[in-house]
């Protein structure tokens, strides 16, 4: 091969090399299950190739400023850069048909992922309270009052909806909750689906998927 | 006519009713302009014949129990019902083609909306604290440190979507923007849009819309 050959073929392979990495969906977040990990799960539940980019600690200051609104997980596609977990959970959601089948049962799906999502708003109000005192006042309120609300209106909604959360079949808001999970399990320090059967059911279906248990074998260990 | 023809038509004119309810979209909310007035402002926009069933303070603790999460505000179509003012506005928005033309430019539509919705429950976190001297230190930080980069990145969003929150053109997230924006106004005590010119022209164009003007002409009196 003359020079000529030789730069050819470079220019080919960086080439390919720049298609691969456009159409590789990129997801950047804190290196904790926490709100990116739904999307992870729905990234390999559709077997879509990504890059699982974890933000360490110290480099959050500096990032944080070129980011959509100082927030993260961020996923990247195709030069394009989207923000808001549910946003992109639901348009992943999409992507892999697990949708409904009118406008009607997407409002379903749409308002469960929204439920699971006040849940998790609940929480880290207790959570993310400085003050020790008002914190143990908000965690007491969460714990008697807020999450058995939340728990027996969840067991009726997957009881009608044939063990799942909305239109009774699997949809992005089933992995949206079983991949919030642990984050939730973390923040209120034990398990909320230990009198909760139905959500316990619904979680343990989501982890026994073929390639979200695969998911759950390979992914970094949790750095919580 | 006979007995009989009589009977006839009164069951006709019920069976009418019945449709002509069953067809009515039903708002039930508080009776002020807030999670339920985007909602308003999309059914008025469409020109969709709506109920708008305020809820009185008093109803309310006989109502709630009844609510899908102990929330308001909710949509009654058809004998459904939905809750969720952020899904029952995506909803709305797709049976007013107020959307994008892929999934993609839903994601956008959608992170807008979110957007909003996290300035809110920023502003919601100071506006109902109890206790008066964290709630002035809530609203110190709101207003120095999170309202600005709020405006600044969504005055820049605005300017590069040729005017409006999201892929170049009048989307839902628009019109919940502007159905949000006196709740907004309201728990800050200002008008946030005061320095943000982008912001202000948006929620003007919104308001100018002809549905939009004749619905906030014709609804009840703000009830803050």
């Given at each position: ?108 799906i749409d308002a469960a992922a ?111």
């Amino acid at each position: 091969m003359d020079q000529r050959g030789v730069i050819l073929v470079i220019l080919f392979a960086v080439f390919i090399l720049y298609i691969r990495d456009q159409n590789t969906y990129k997801v950047k977040s804190f290196s904790v299950p926490a709100l990116a990990e739904p999307i992870r799960f729905l990234l390999s539940y559709g077997n879509l190739v990504f890059e699982d980019q974890r933000i360490q600690l110290g480099e959050w200051e500096r990032l944080k400023p070129f980011t959509p609104y100082g927030k993260e997980p961020i996923l990247e596609y195709k030069g394009k850069v989207a923000h808001h977990s549910l946003a992109i959970c639901r348009y992943l959601g999409k992507k892999l048909k697990l949708v409904g089948e009118n406008d009607w049962d997407d409002l379903e799906i749409d308002a469960a992922a929204d439920t699971i999502s006040d849940l998790r708003l609940e929480i880290d109000q207790y959570f993310y309270e400085p003050d020790s005192k008002i914190r143990a006042q908000k965690k007491e309120i969460l714990v008697k009052e807020i999450l058995p609300l939340y728990i027996q209106r969840l067991e009726n909604q997957i009881r009608e909806n044939k063990g799942f959360l909305a239109i009774g079949k699997l949809t992005w808001a089933d992995l949206y909750y079983a991949g919030l999970y642990e984050y939730l399990h973390y923040m209120l320090g034990f398990d909320f689906t230990e009198n909760a059967p139905k959500l316990r059911h619904l979680k343990q279906q989501v982890y026994a998927l073929p390639a979200i248990k695969a998911w759950i074998e390979k992914r970094p260990k949790n750095n919580f």
